[in-house]
């Protein structure tokens, strides 16, 4: 890679972390950097912008740090070149892998729905089922329209703040804050007497959504991770759904928060050990819900991995796995690689063996943490013909993945798995 193709996905990746680009001190820095120059020597190329103090001291740990939040790797002057290799090893990868195929009417209404002022899109659906996909997607349309869009994950809220809604809210706002590349300001903003969620939309109403002058898509990832921990749980969905309502609003504050427009990317695996009757954000904005690939999305997706299967073949997979995304994709990595062939894959299935070992035993793992949802699952699994469950037995195992409904009736979601959990429940 050259200099300048590096400086190139430097700022695509600057740009969909905040939204911004490097400036010309911070390009002039990096050049020299790549090019294994000294402070001095970058120093000289800067014709008298700044003093060789503040380029060392200011702009260039700002860059690194930068570039460290953009590619998620720790980045410094001497390993800056090592860092974007494999960043641009491992987009390669994804682009040769990543095959995708539009669930055309999910697609179409969620790219609609983000232009929409205030707009809010619930992606939920079991693990491994391409809700990730889905918000890229949606991030892509978006910015492709002149939005600002922000990723943000749960996954990066340790285990303490989890625990407690006054310090998750306040790492919230400073989190988002730092993303969007703003100061955190919670001290000049933030009043214990007015409650956590009151404090939190005060702060977005009155100095983040200000700072942002232009319609701006914040994605929540993993959201699932909040719904694990009921003290915070209920305050954060009602937070989001005031939110929703105050961009409804026909004033100066609805005006502001019309600019927001949120993605909430959640699995539904999690309900499996939630004590509810529904979705913690029922109700609430359009749910984008990715159902199984028919017959002429899995032949799509055969067609992108240049597989060679025959009719009968496909009709075989597609009998043990059904249309489930990740299985059938897995199913053509391990064909069009060649490390196995179809009937071989088949017969070990349902085995330890099995290519789909750790999918299978990961839905064991929920299975074995309730012994109700279990007992009921067998019963599934025992008979021939769809089956009445208790209904939020029949919602849970569903959310689960496990499960597929037939007006109010349940049956295995696949063959896979009635082989697979006969043997073991």
């Not at 240049?306 to 073949?313: F, G, N, P, R, V």
Request: hydrophobic residues 40%.
């Amino acid at each position: 890679m050259d200099v300048e193709a590096a400086i190139a996905l430097a700022d695509q990746l600057i740009s969909e972390k905040t939204g911004k680009s490097m400036n010309d001190l911070q390009r002039i820095v990096f050049r020299g950097a790549w090019q294994g120059k000294s402070f001095t020597e970058i120093y000289q190329d800067c014709s008298d912008r700044c003093g060789l103090d503040h380029l060392m001291r200011n702009v260039g740990p700002e860059l690194w740090k930068l570039l460290s939040e953009a590619t998620g790797m720790k980045v410094t002057k001497n390993h800056l070149q090592g860092v974007f290799e494999k960043v641009k090893g491992e987009i390669a990868d994804a682009e040769s892998s990543g095959y995708y195929v539009e669930r055309s009417s999910c697609e179409s209404d969620c790219y609609r729905e983000i232009l929409k002022p205030g707009a809010l899109i619930r992606i939920r659906a079991p693990q491994e089922m391409g809700k990730t996909w889905l918000m890229e997607k949606i991030l892509a349309h978006a910015r492709s329209n002149g939005y600002r869009t922000q990723i943000f994950s749960f996954e990066l809220c340790d285990s303490t703040i989890l625990k407690d809604l006054n310090k998750f809210s306040q790492w919230f706002c400073a989190s988002v804050a730092q993303a969007i590349g703003l100061p955190n300001k919670l001290f000049d903003y933030w009043m214990d007497i007015f409650g956590c969620n009151y404090n939190s939309t005060l702060y977005f109403e009155n100095y983040l959504l200000p700072e942002i002058h232009s319609p701006f898509v914040l994605a929540l990832d993993k959201v699932d991770v909040v719904f694990e921990h009921p003290a915070i749980a209920t305050d954060f969905c009602a937070l989001l759904r005031g939110w929703n309502q105050r961009a409804t609003q026909g004033d100066h504050v609805g005006a502001i928060w019309k600019k927001l427009r949120l993605i909430i990317v959640h699995s539904t695996e999690v309900y499996g050990n939630l004590d509810i009757n529904h979705s913690p954000l029922a109700g609430v904005g359009l749910v984008a819900k990715l159902p199984e690939f028919d017959r002429a999305q899995v032949q799509e997706l055969i067609d992108q991995y240049a597989a060679d299967l025959t009719e009968t073949q496909i009709d075989e997979l597609m009998a043990l796995v059904g249309g489930h995304p990740s299985l059938i994709q897995q199913t053509l990595k391990e064909v069009t690689t060649q490390k196995l062939t179809l009937e071989t894959l088949l017969e070990s299935s349902a085995t330890e063996t099995s290519i789909y070992r750790d999918h299978l035993r990961r839905h064991w793992g929920q299975l074995q943490q309730q012994k109700d949802l279990a007992i009921a699952f067998k019963q599934v699994l025992n008979s021939d013909n769809p089956i009445q469950l208790d209904p939020l037995q029949a919602f849970k195992l569903e959310s689960m993945g496990l499960v597929q409904l037939e007006r109010n009736s349940v049956m295995p979601r696949c063959e896979l798995y009635r082989q697979y959990f006969s043997d073991r429940l």
